[in-house]
């Protein structure tokens, strides 16, 4: 697994794999999973259809009135909501999987949703990271406590605005992601964790970086103070032709 050492690059990978599917005279068919209040991609240059599936209608409001970027906006559960199935060239998914009890029916929905050939994109925190591990084994307010105290998001925890409560489902893991393709013919094409610092300033974003390495030599190196999130982009494999 390689690092990605900032933000700007990691996009700069998925843009480019999002870019190589654009190769037909359509426009791409893109769905969001999980869009939240903000598109955070540049495909300019790149003709697409975004089409954008949430189960926060704050966040989706703020979405559709605010940016209005969505061609199509959908409130919806990814667990049971219906869309066409091997309809979108390109799936993104970032850091909603790890929100949801259920995830591997998420993914199964992904796979049906996606055109064989066609990406997804999928962006979730390492569980086995110091960051992943203290996630899981604090309560919702102090994320919402340091979102804010931290962070400075002053509006973290309202209505629309992260952090969500977690869940991290087996699947969402390193293990769970190579698990899951392998049973449903994916080929993963890139695989990176984030070796960036998170946001905070001073004193503070010192006292984050110190506590995962201080966590990670307790956990005798068990646990990953080098990076936080994982990035995967998976290729949903095209039957074979007949002979």
């Given at each position: 697994?390689?690092?990605?050492q900032s933000?700007e690059?990691?996009?700069?990978v998925?843009?480019?794999?999002?870019?190589?599917?654009?190769?037909?005279?359509?426009?791409?068919?893109?769905?969001?999973?999980?869009?939240?209040?903000?598109?955070?991609?540049?495909?300019?240059?790149?003709e697409?259809?975004?089409?954008?599936?949430?189960?926060?209608?704050?966040a989706?409001?703020?979405?559709?009135?605010?940016?209005?970027?969505?061609?199509?906006?959908v409130?919806g559960?990814?667990?049971?909501?219906?869309?066409?199935?091997?309809?979108?060239?390109?799936?993104?998914?970032?850091?909603?999987?790890?929100?949801?009890?259920?995830?591997?029916?998420?993914?199964?929905?992904?796979?049906?949703?996606?055109?064989p050939?066609?990406?997804?994109?999928?962006?979730?925190?390492?569980?086995?990271?110091?960051?992943?591990?203290?996630?899981r084994?604090?309560?919702?307010?102090?994320?919402?406590?340091?979102?804010?105290?931290?962070?400075g998001?002053?509006?973290?925890?309202?209505?629309?605005?992260?952090?969500?409560?977690?869940?991290?489902?087996?699947?969402?893991?390193?293990?769970g992601?190579?698990?899951?393709?392998?049973?449903?013919?994916?080929?993963?094409?890139?695989?990176?964790?984030?070796?960036?610092?998170?946001?905070?300033?001073?004193v503070?974003?010192?006292?984050?970086?110190?506590?995962?390495?201080?966590?990670s030599?307790?956990s005798?190196?068990?646990?990953?103070?080098?990076?936080s999130?994982?990035?995967y982009?998976?290729?949903?494999q095209?039957?074979?032709?007949?002979?």
């Open positions: 697994m390689d690092l990605i933000r690059k990691e996009c700069e998925i843009v480019d794999y999002i870019k190589a599917q654009s190769t037909s005279a359509k426009p791409l068919e893109i769905l969001e999973a999980g869009c939240g209040r903000r598109w955070q991609l540049n495909l300019n240059g790149v697409y259809v975004l089409t954008g599936v949430d189960l926060d209608a704050a989706l409001k703020m979405r559709k009135d605010d940016i209005g970027d969505l061609d199509i906006a409130e559960d990814l667990r049971s909501v219906q869309l066409p199935e091997h309809h979108y060239d390109v799936i993104y998914s970032s850091y909603v999987l790890e929100h949801i009890k259920g995830a591997e029916q998420v993914l199964n929905n992904l796979s049906r949703w996606v055109k050939g066609g990406i997804i994109v999928i962006r979730i925190p390492d569980p086995h990271s110091v960051h992943g591990f203290i996630t084994m604090t309560p919702h307010w102090f994320h919402v406590l340091y979102y804010r105290i931290f962070l998001f002053r509006n973290a925890g309202k209505p629309g605005y992260e952090p969500y409560p977690v869940h991290y489902d087996p699947v969402v893991s390193r293990r992601i190579w698990d899951f393709c392998k049973k449903n013919e994916f080929t993963v094409l890139a695989e990176y964790g984030d070796g960036y610092m998170r946001p905070g300033k001073g503070f974003r010192l006292l984050i970086h110190s506590v995962k390495v201080v966590g030599i307790l005798f190196g068990a646990l990953s103070s080098r990076y999130n994982l990035l982009i998976v290729q949903k095209q039957a074979a032709q007949p002979i």
